[in-house]
């Protein structure tokens, strides 16, 4: 295990190794959203992009590596985010959707306050709000989970997962069902998102898998028990599988705020790294285009 090792202000990172049962490998991304200088983002839709929830035929935003998208937007770390459609993955030189090509995301998505997907049933939601003033809310978190994915107005950046794992600390009843079901545990590659009781505090967390000998993936029970270990009490799992990705910037912040201009320097700056092992097309380090990304600018640490 590498003990929680910070990477920039109100970001550290930490990795399990489980070998009981089956190999796992699990990334943990422990975020403190009040961290001066953060700030959440997800991805736009591109020019005449059209907000659709339920339509296969791509229209609301470009595929794209989860890499590729942290350093376009000169990021310090991102992950995927959103499930997708179309989407088929049959051999290395057949699948999509491939980079550039436009794709449909489930669930709700907003960037910088835009709506890009609209909400869609059973689709549970990661909203992030402003500092203050949230309409609705009494406290002030800084994000919630909502189970049917309509974000409260004023909502900044926000994406969907499939399940709501977590509620107030105890499994959802759609949760439940699936655990009393009677149906072998499958383990599968996890990307799961948990914010703590005070919505302050987020975990972003990711399994590999589909990796024998290496890393097998993680069952939902398994899942749910290490999200309540670590503090989660509201939890949804993000897309996973071979979409499952960790990137982080290896340079300083690359640009001055979010939304203004470039650098040529962040331009030019160091190539990201993945923290995690990817696979994509049964080929292991191959990443996979997505429709959807998390990230967040992060000051650096100081010395």
Known sequence: MI??????QGIAYSRR???QDRPQLIHILEIDLTAPGLEPFSAPGFEGATPNAYEPIGQETLAQRTSDFLQEHQLQVAVNANFF????????????????????????????GE???????QRPSLCFLPERGTPGLTDSPRAVIVGDGI??????????????????????????DILNDGQPAKPYPMNIAALDATGTRLWLILVDGKQPFYSEGMTLQESIDL?????????????GGGSTTLAVSTAGRGIAGK??????????????????????????GQERPVANHLGFFAEPLQP
């Open 151 to 176: 974000c409260f107005a004023g909502t900044e950046q926000a994406v969907s997962g499939n399940t709501m794992l977590l509620d107030k600390g105890q499994p959802t009843t759609v949760v439940q």
């Open 227 to 239: 999200v309540q270990s670590l503090g989660g009490t509201t939890a949804l799992r993000l897309d």
């Open 85 to 112: 459609y179309p989407f088929r993955e049959e051999t290395p030189w057949n699948y999509e959707p491939h980079a550039g090509q436009p794709v449909n995301m489930g669930g709700t998505a907003i960037s910088e």
């Open 3 to 8: 003990d929680r090792q910070p990477l920039f």
């Open 17 to 19: 190794v489980e070998t």
């Open 259 to 284: 939304g203004e201009a470039q650098t040529a320097a962040a331009l030019n700056g160091a190539a990201p790294r993945l923290l995690n092992a990817v696979i994509h097309a049964k080929i292991p």
């Open 115 to 121: 709506l890009v997907s609209l909400p869609q049933e």
